[in-house]
C-alpha cells in the first residue's frame, strides 16, 4: 500500500509555470507505476499525465501535450509534474495517483485505489 501527498500548486497568470510534486510513502513505491490527474468544479477527474515505475515511459493527454511534463525519483519516493504555458482551463485540483500502468492510462480515475489529497491550481488570465 502507498500513501500519497501533493504540494505545489497556487495561484499563477496564464503563460506561467508551477510544479507539482507527490510524495509516497511505502517501500513499494518503485512497483507503481505513477499518474496525474485533476479534476475541475462541476467535471469529473481526467487523466493528465503518466509515467511507468521506471521513468522510462510516459504519456500524456493531448490537452497538456508539449506543456507538462511528468517525471520521478524513486531514491525520493517522489513524482513531478512541470507545468508550463499554463491557461485558464488548466485550473483545477490536481491529484497524483499509484498503480498499474494500464489501470493509469487505460481504465482511468474510476479504476484507482490510491490517491492523494489533491493541491488546487488556479490559473488566472
Known amino acids: 500500500q502507498v500513501q500519497l501527498v501533493e504540494s505545489g500548486g497556487g495561484l499563477v497568470q496564464a503563460g506561467g509555470s508551477l510544479r507539482l510534486s507527490c510524495a509516497a510513502s511505502g517501500r513499494t513505491f518503485r512497483r507503481y507505476a505513477m499518474g496525474w490527474f485533476r479534476q475541475a468544479p462541476g467535471k469529473e477527474r481526467e487523466f493528465v499525465a503518466a509515467?511507468?515505475?521506471?521513468?522510462?515511459?510516459?504519456y500524456y493527454a493531448d490537452s497538456v501535450k508539449g506543456r507538462f511534463t511528468i517525471s520521478r525519483d524513486n531514491a525520493k519516493n517522489t513524482v513531478y509534474l512541470q507545468m508550463n504555458s499554463l491557461k485558464p482551463e488548466d485550473t483545477a485540483v490536481y491529484y497524483c495517483?499509484?498503480?498499474?500502468?494500464?489501470?493509469?492510462?487505460?481504465?482511468?480515475?474510476?479504476?484507482?485505489?490510491?490517491w492523494g489529497q489533491g493541491t488546487q491550481v488556479t490559473v488566472s488570465s
Open positions: 495517483a499509484a498503480d498499474d500502468w494500464h489501470t493509469i492510462v487505460v481504465v482511468g480515475a474510476t479504476g484507482l485505489d490510491y
Open positions: 509515467i511507468t515505475w521506471s521513468g522510462g515511459s510516459t
